[in-house]
C-alpha cells in the first residue's frame, strides 16, 4: 500500500516524536555548462524574503516505503548530483545505498519481499522506427548491494510491466514482447538470478494481461479495430476463453480498462465507471457478465481516483478523492481509527499513511500543507509513538509562506473553473502583479493543495499566484473533462485569460501587471498565451514546454487513449481538419512580442530537447530576442537542486525586469 507525494511539518506535534535516524544530505556542485545569474536585476533582500537557495533545498529525499517486516525504510535519494535508492535500518545505523544507473530516470520502485528492492528506469533509444522510451526493470539483494537487470536482451521497450509481485520476493510476472513487433506473453521471473519461464503465451491483438491477488493470469484485452475483447478465465487451469466484444462507443469500455484489482478464484471485484453519474465512483463489478453492480462509494462533485484492496488481495481498504485536497476513506475499521487520530494530533495538516509493514505495527505517516513541503514520520500505533525522521526541507520557515485558498471563477462560456489562489504576505490584496501557473499534463492531471515550490517562491517574491485546474483537468467528472477535448490553445487557454479578468474585476490584481509561467503543457499555455494574446501579458517563462504539437505528437506514444478512450492526437487535435500549427508556438515565432524566457532539460524524454531547439531556431529566424537555458544533465524536471536554484534565480531575475513586483 503506497500512497505517493511530496509535502513537511513542523518538529513539534501533539504526540511525542524522537528521532530515529539521521539522512545524508550535501551540497550539490553546478552542472557544467550553468552559469550563476547576475542577481543586479533582483529585488533587495528583506526581512520577510526566503533564499533561494532553501527554497532549492540542497538534499533530496522523498518517498520512503517501510519493508513488509517493518525493519528497514526504503527512499529515494539526491547526492552529489546523483540519483540513489538508500534502504535504511530502522532504530540503526546500517544504510545500503543503491545507485541509479546514468542516463535515466527512475520511475518506480518498490519492496519485493523484506530482502529485495524492485526498480525501474526509462530513457529514449534511437530504433528503427524512430525514437522511442524504452522501460527497464533492475532487482537488488538488499544484503550483498548487487543489482541485476530482469527481462530479455531482446525485448519490447516495455521492460516493467510487473503483473504480480511474490510476496515472499521468489519472484514476479513480467508482461514482455520478444521484440517490439511481437505481442506480448507473461513470464515468471525469478529475482536470484533472472531466469525465466513463459507462463502465458503470446496471443493475437491482445497487448494487456491482468492477473489476480494471488499471481494468476485472469484476463487479457485486445483491440481490434473500434472493438475491445475480453478474455478471461477463473483459474490456472482454465484456458481463455472470449466472453465479451465491446465497441468502441460503450460506455463500459471506460470501466474494463481501470480493472487492475482481481481477487483470486472470484468472478466478482471492484471497478471505477463513470457509466450511472458522469463521474468515476467505486462499484461492484461481475467479470463474467460485464455488469456494474451498486456503487460502493462516490463523490456527489469529483471523480474517485483510486482504490486499494488489503495486503491479502481480498477486501477492499480504502479509496482516494480529490475535492479542494486530496482525500482519503478507509474501509478499514483500525486504518480509518488511525487516521481519525493523526488528524487529530495534527489540525490544519494533510496527514497520509503512506506504507505500512505486514502486520501493521509500523507505518509510514506523511504530514504536509500548502505552506508546508511536508515530513515523514514513523508511526506506531501500539506504543503510542510518531517519531519524526525526515523533513524534505527543515530549513523552510514556513512562517514566511503564504496559505494557498480553493477558489472558483466563471469562464466566458459559463463554465466554472476550479482554481487555486496564493497571495503575497504582508500586503493588501489591491492591484497586485499576477503570474498566472497553469499545471503539466494537460489532460488528467490536475492541481491540488499541495506544497508547489514555485508557488510560494514568486508568492514570497510578492506575486500573486493563479493555478488554475482549466477545463479538461482531472477528478471533476466526464462534463468538465470533455469541455478540454480539442480545446489546446483554444478554450483551454480561454479559461486561464478569463482566470486573469476575474481577478482583476475583483480588484486584487493589477491587469497591466500579468506574466504567465508554466513548465511542460504548463509550459507551452505560457509560451501560447504571449503568442496569442501579447495585450495581456507582459512576458512568459516556460520550462521544458511543447512548442510544435505535430512534432510532439509524432514523438509521443506514452498516450494511445485518453481516459475517454479517444485517440490521443484526435484529444488534442479536436475537430479532424484542424491545423495544429494555428495553435503552435515555434509556428508563429514571427508574431511574438513579448519577452520570453525559455529553458529545457537536455535528456527530457517527455517533451524531447528537440521541441526546445526548434523554437529557438525560429525565433532566431525571426530575429526575436529571447532568454535561452539549456540543462545539461536534466530532465523533465530537476534532480540538481543547482539546477532549480538556478532555474529560480532566473525566473526571479527574468520578472523583475519586465514585471516588478515592487
Known amino acids: 500500500m503506497n500512497r505517493i507525494r511530496f509535502k513537511k511539518v513542523r518538529a513539534g ?45 540542497p538534499g533530496h529525499f522523498g518517498n520512503p516505503a517501510i519493508s513488509p517486516e517493518g525493519d528497514r525504510v526504503l527512499y529515494r535519494q539526491q547526492l552529489g548530483g546523483k540519483s540513489y535508492l538508500t534502504a535504511a535500518v530502522l532504530y540503526g545505523d546500517a544504510k545500503k545505498r543503491i545507485a541509479i544507473p546514468e542516463n535515466v530516470d527512475l520511475r518506480w520502485y518498490r519492496w519485493a519481499g523484506n530482502n529485495k528492492i524492485l526498480f525501474s528506469v526509462s530513457a529514449v533509444v534511437d530504433t528503427p522506427v524512430g525514437q522511442r522510451r524504452h522501460t527497464g526493470l533492475y532487482v537488488t539483494d538488499v544484503a550483498s548491494g548487487e543489482s541485476i537487470t530482469l527481462g530479455r536482451k531482446t525485448q519490447g521497450f516495455d521492460g516493467d510491466n510487473v503483473l504480480y509481485v511474490d510476496p515472499a520476493g521468489a519472484y514476479i510476472l513480467l508482461s514482455l514482447q520478444r521484440s517490439i513487433y511481437d505481442y506480448p506473453g507473461v513470464y515468471r521471473v525469478k529475482l536470484e538470478n533472472n531466469e525465466i519461464t513463459r507462463v502465458v503465451r503470446r496471443q493475437s491483438q491482445i497487448w494487456t494481461w491482468i492477473a489476480d491477488n494471488s499471481g494468476v493470469v485472469r484476463m487479457g484485452l485486445s483491440k481490434i479495430g473500434g472493438t475491445l475483447k475480453i478474455h478471461y478465465r477463473r483459474t490456472a487451469e482454465e484456458k481463455f476463453r472470449l466472453i465479451g466484444k465491446i465497441k468502441e462507443k460503450d460506455d463500459l469500455e471506460e470501466a474494463l480498462l481501470d480493472i487492475t484489482h482481481i481477487v483470486s478464484e472470484a468472478d466478482e471485484g471492484y471497478v471505477l465507471s463513470n457509466k450511472r453519474t458522469g463521474r468515476f465512483a467505486l462499484y461492484k463489478f461481475d467479470y463474467l457478465t460485464r455488469e456494474v453492480g451498486e456503487m460502493v462509494f462516490g463523490h456527489d462533485e469529483n471523480d474517485v481516483t483510486g482504490f486499494n484492496l488489503n495486503d491479502s488481495g481480498t477486501a477492499l481498504e480504502s479509496v482516494y478523492f480529490t475535492d479542494s485536497r486530496d482525500r482519503v476513506k478507509w474501509f478499514d475499521a483500525d486504518l480509518a481509527e488511525h487516521q481519525r487520530k493523526l488528524d487529530s494530533a495534527l489540525p490544519g495538516q494533510e496527514a497520509w499513511i503512506q506504507s505500512k509493514s505486514r502486520d501493521g505495527k509500523r507505518m509510514i505517516v506523511y504530514v504536509t500543507s500548502s505552506t508546508d513541503p511536508g515530513s515523514y514520520y514513523l508511526y506506531e500505533p501500539e506504543l503510542k509513538k510518531l517519531a519524526w525522521f525526515a523533513s524534505l526541507n527543515d530549513k523552510l520557515d514556513i512562517d514566511k509562506l503564504s496559505k494557498t485558498e480553493y477558489v472558483k471563477y466563471d469562464a466566458r462560456d459559463g463554465t466554472t473553473v476550479p482554481a487555486y489562489l496564493t497571495l503575497p504576505k504582508n500586503r493588501p490584496a489591491k492591484n497586485l502583479p499576477l503570474v498566472i501557473l497553469p499545471h503539466g499534463g494537460p489532460y488528467g492531471v490536475r492541481d491540488t493543495l499541495d506544497y508547489n515550490t514555485e508557488v510560494q517562491f514568486l508568492a514570497n517574491r510578492g506575486y500573486a499566484v493563479l493555478q488554475p485546474n482549466y477545463r479538461g483537468s482531472d477528478s471533476y467528472g466526464e462534463a468538465f473533462y470533455k469541455k478540454g477535448s480539442g480545446e489546446i490553445g483554444r478554450a483551454m487557454q480561454d479559461d486561464l485569460d478569463d482566470g486573469m479578468d476575474w481577478l482583476v474585476g475583483r480588484g486584487v490584481v493589477d491587469a497591466d501587471k500579468v506574466c504567465i509561467v508554466g513548465g511542460s503543457y504548463g509550459g507551452y499555455a505560457a509560451l501560447w498565451g504571449v503568442t496569442r494574446n501579447p495585450e495581456r501579458y507582459r512576458c512568459a517563462a516556460s520550462f521544458a514546454g511543447v512548442t510544435d504539437w505535430n512534432k510532439q505528437l509524432k514523438y509521443d506514444d506514452r498516450f494511445l487513449k485518453s481516459r475517454y478512450k479517444r485517440e490521443w492526437r484526435d484529444e488534442v487535435r479536436g475537430q479532424e481538419d484542424f491545423d495544429l500549427d494555428k495553435v503552435s508556438p515555434a509556428r508563429l515565432a514571427a508574431q511574438l512580442e513579448r519577452p520570453i524566457l525559455l529553458a529545457h532539460g537536455k535528456k527530457d524524454s517527455t517533451v524531447p530537447f528537440s521541441q526546445f531547439k526548434l523554437y529557438r531556431s525560429e525565433l532566431e529566424k525571426a530575429e526575436k530576442e529571447a532568454e535561452f537555458v539549456v540543462y545539461e544533465s536534466e530532465g523533465h524536471g530537476f534532480s540538481d537542486p543547482e539546477n532549480e536554484k538556478d532555474w529560480l534565480d532566473r525566473l526571479e531575475a527574468f520578472l523583475y525586469r519586465h514585471n516588478q513586483a515592487y
Open 13 to 57: 506535534i501533539a504526540i511525542k516524536a524522537i528521532t530515529i535516524f539521521s539522512l545524508f544530505t550535501s551540497v550539490v556542485q553546478a552542472q557544467d555548462g550553468v552559469v550563476n545569474v547576475d542577481q543586479a536585476d533582483a529585488k533587495p533582500e528583506s526581512t520577510h524574503i526566503v533564499e533561494t537557495k532553501i527554497f532549492a533545498n
